[in-house]
């Protein structure tokens, strides 16, 4: 039955005037769900083509009408046709590569913004980046992008796993213990790949980043606890001798420490519980809902955690995603298993209210100084899975075990890498090999362009780049050019002052490093050589006179000069006519 509520009574008599012709044939909302096929993309374009036919003939018809009469408004359908046709242009494995101060990190906000909303590279770029820079923060607090520096000592154990040392500290010692720990691309990878499990509409709660606990409920098989939790959602341990608060004087003489301090500190709200009915299967799978409570009402299994039980009266042997391990007698510990494993237990077991849907969202890794990283060190094994075609949902898709935690690990779809590569630091040529394969390299290139308008006094700062540039091209290679980011500062002060800090701290101490103090070569480029007043050149260039510092002694020099920066050109403008 039709709703007339806030209509009035020119758009009731519209619809019940034309109840058969508004009557839909087609759910446009759920068709663009399932868009999968062609045939389904031509039938929805020819279902838009009626619905903005038949709204067109009836311009008095108000949009909450149209909306009562069971169709979608124009306006609906064409925003969610277009953000589904629209794919971003951006390749899952992209290095940005130039000389330094060529916008590569900056051009990275631009990449994520237009792979994480899915937007064409172009489109992106036309928008004021202030607004863009604001999205990126933003996508970057919400964990849809992380971001890393590579270098000499990175290696496997901080990128994709290692044994890590953990502190438990009392005041009395100190205990070392080691735990298999994440490194940062696989925790990201973790994050994209896992869907999003909803009850009634609803998210089940599933933290960013969940430990995967084993929770024993009285012991193994059916009894009393078990039941209780169960019906009324959570989870009971005992050791209620200890009482309900736990401190540092608390003498644990029955033992129970180690499952008491997981339990209460450890155990965080969204991680994941299966509850252990045998040492190789479990019955319930469950999420924490709540922190730690004591409850004096029971007789025994006092401490107690709220959960929601997404699952619960299976038999499920858990043997082969353990790594062939079967469950201690311990009350709570964690369980080295892949997230991707229980998602697939709850997947199959939840019952129907439990919808899982798998993220669409998009994913970016930022990979600052890619080249500067011992890549085989670094990825391991799992460079072929970094592949386009390797990911997981794709058709080769592939996955790996990993050395540590025996878990089966794989790249998601959705999971972009963008990285960022000084070519004055290492060429492209001399990069390694497997990352060349597996990335599609965009060159990026000092852009003078980009300063048009700025000028100091009559001094124009892009053609002085371009002139600088034109000579580092032929004395070196357009690899060790300077970027025009260096020259950006004086968008907002072009000042001679600003100007001279620039060359001074930025411009000299780069090209000493290009051409390894050949002073004669920055002469060059500098323009030096072409001035005639010592006063305005950047380098001065002096004769050494061997017989005031030597005397008449015949030490076999031969005829030298020396070079010095002379500061003093930095202030003056007709130093920078180079």
């Not at 909803?198 to 980043?209: F, L, V, Y």
């Not at 608060?245 to 003498?251: G, H, P």
């Not at 001679?496 to 050949?518: G, H, R, S, V």
Request: hydrophobic letters at 35%; a negative charge.
């Amino acid at each position: 039955p039709m709703s007339f509520i806030n209509l009035d009574a020119k758009n009731r008599e519209l619809l019940e005037n034309n109840r058969d012709r508004f009557k839909p044939d087609i759910d446009i909302a759920k068709l663009l769900k399932k868009m999968v096929s062609a045939d389904n993309y031509l039938m929805l374009i020819k279902k838009v083509k009626t619905v903005m036919s038949e709204y067109k003939s009836f311009p008095e018809l108000s949009l909450a009408a149209w909306n009562m009469s069971g169709h979608v408004t124009p306006d609906v359908v064409e925003e969610e046709v277009s953000e589904i046709t629209q794919k971003t242009d951006v390749a899952k494995n992209t290095i940005l590569y130039g000389p330094p101060g060529t916008g590569k990190t900056y051009n990275t906000v631009i990449y994520a913004v237009a792979i994480i909303e899915n937007k064409l590279l172009d489109d992106v770029k036309k928008e004021s980046y202030s607004g863009v820079l604001e999205r990126y923060n933003q996508y970057k607090a919400d964990g849809f992008i992380e971001f890393t520096t590579f270098h000499q000592s990175y290696g496997y154990e901080e990128f994709i796993e290692g044994i890590k040392p953990v502190m438990d500290n009392t005041d009395d010692q100190t205990d070392i213990q080691y735990q298999i720990s994440s490194g940062l691309f696989k925790s990201f990878c973790d994050k994209a790949g896992h869907p999003v499990l909803r009850q009634e509409k609803s998210d089940i709660g599933i933290n960013m980043s969940p430990t995967i606990w084993k929770v024993s409920l009285e012991g193994t098989g059916d009894n009393p606890t078990r039941k209780e939790c169960m019906e009324n959602g959570h989870i009971r341990i005992g050791y209620d001798s200890y009482g309900k608060d736990i401190t540092s004087e608390t003498s644990f003489v029955n033992g129970g420490k180690n499952v008491i301090n997981a339990f209460i500190s450890k155990m965080k709200i969204g991680d994941i519980v299966l509850s252990c009915y045998s040492s190789t299967t479990i019955d319930a799978v469950g999420i924490v809902t709540g922190d730690y409570e004591w409850h004096d009402e029971y007789e025994h299994y006092k401490r107690l955690r709220k959960v929601n039980w997404v699952v619960k009266g299976i038999r499920e042997d858990i043997t082969g995603i353990n790594d062939g391990s079967t469950l201690t007698l311990s009350s709570v510990y964690k369980l080295n298993i892949a997230l991707a494993d229980v998602m697939d237990i709850i997947a199959r077991k939840a019952p129907e209210s439990t919808n899982v849907e798998d993220k669409k969202k998009n994913y970016v890794f930022v990979i600052d100084e890619i080249n500067r990283g011992n890549i085989s060190k670094i990825f391991g094994e799992l460079i072929t899975l970094i592949e386009s075609s390797k990911r997981i949902g794709q058709a080769e898709e592939m996955r790996a075990r990993l050395p540590y935690s025996r878990q089966m690990f794989g790249v998601p779809d959705n999971v972009y890498i963008i990285g960022t590569m000084n070519t004055a630091d290492r060429s492209i040529a001399t990069i390694d090999t497997a990352l060349r394969r597996r990335f599609r390299f965009k060159e990026m290139l000092p852009d003078a362009s980009v300063l048009n308008g700025i000028s100091v006094e009559d001094i124009s700062i892009s053609e002085m780049l371009t002139r600088m540039n034109k000579r580092i091209s032929v004395l070196y290679d357009r690899e060790h050019t300077i970027g025009h980011a260096y020259f950006i500062p004086l968008r907002e002060k072009p000042a001679i002052e600003k100007l001279a800090e620039i060359f001074e701290n930025a411009i000299i101490p780069l090209l000493q490093e290009y051409f390894y103090d050949d002073y004669e070569k920055i002469r060059l480029v500098l323009g030096d050589n072409k001035k005639e007043n010592e006063d305005e050149q950047f380098i001065i260039k002096s004769p050494i006179d061997y017989s005031e510092l030597f005397g008449d002694a015949e030490a076999g020099f031969d005829d030298s000069v020396t070079y010095e920066v002379n500061h003093g050109a930095f202030g003056k403008i007709e130093a920078y006519r180079l």
